[in-house]
């Protein structure tokens, strides 16, 4: 049945191509919201726990609640950022993180899918998938875009969880802020102002970012601003370069959220569930993310890689596993592809860097 939806749903696509604005869409930090829905019941969890005593509480660790569907010993869980209801592009998923997680070794890799990949079976970017899912039936957006990913990468994706930001500043606030070691310095001259859209004359539309390069401690907007950024000049206003900044913010994150400050103050878990509430969709149950949970504290620094699938090796400077095509073969769209117009490459990349 779900092949035959998705099938429906691809030929419904081919001739129906709606256009979708890529204009001033937020750039979003999936992964933050991510750790906060893992992990954030489990701690409420194990505080009521912790009123009828430490060997009660601490089960919560030690108790094998919940299997994770797996493939040859990996979780492989997709990641969906959007802007929400507020924001113009509300169902653009503009984040797109794989996060496989060995669970035997708790080996994790964080492997960033750029927004502009053209999944041809679709004839659309990949981060409109979500969008046309939803448009066909209720969670059709996870299915869709989990069918997307598989595509690109050709590993099975087990669980999807989509996010709608609007509480990312809260809930980094809600933690007294993360440490972030930024790598190198840069200005962002025309960073969007929210509801300034339209503001003439059109620089009264923008405000001047800067960061300095070196260990910070950053709140909740300048948290949002450093993860948005997308106007720098050189390097750093590339989308991949965004992309390694919100895997640094997801990890700080994870630090601050469990953290004995955080996991022993029952105020900041009632307070940071309730800004939670209402921002996430998942294919996951109670018991499946339980079991996450129990992974996402054992997990440490030296467990955890990043990755991404770029036009260019950042080690060796060469040509990286996709290409930027003519924009005139697809309706005037910047656009991303697998080389020689084939996933062949990324496919083996992805398998090399999970499994050996």
Known sequence: MKKYWLAKLKRRLTRHRTAVRTGAITILLACLMFVLYATLKPVATFIARLAHGPATAFSLVKDPEGVLRSTRSRT???LLGMGGAAHEGAQLTDSIIVVSLDLASVDTVLLSIPRDIWIDSLKTK?????????????RGGLLLSKAAVEEVIGQPIHYAVAIDFDGFQRA???VEGVEIDVPQSFDDEKYPIPGMEQAEPEELRYE???FDAGLQKMNGEKALKYVRSR?????????FARARRQQQVLVAFKNKLL???????P??????VQTFTGSVRTDMNEAEYLSLAKLAIQTKKEN???????????ETGKEGLLIHPSPAAYDGQWVLIGKDDSWDEVKRYVEMLLYE
């Open 126 to 138: 990949i981060n409109a998938t979500y969008y046309y899912g939803e448009q066909q039936q209720e």
């Open 172 to 174: 980094i606030d809600l």
């Open 76 to 78: 492989n869980i997709l």
């Open 259 to 265: 953290s004995l400050d955080t996991i022993l103050s």
């Open 267 to 272: 105020t900041k878990i009632k307070e940071l």
């Open 304 to 314: 955890l890689r990043e990755d991404t699938l770029s036009t260019q090796d950042e």
């Open 208 to 210: 001047h970012l800067h």
């Open 231 to 239: 106007n720098a000049e050189g390097e750093q206003g590339t989308d």
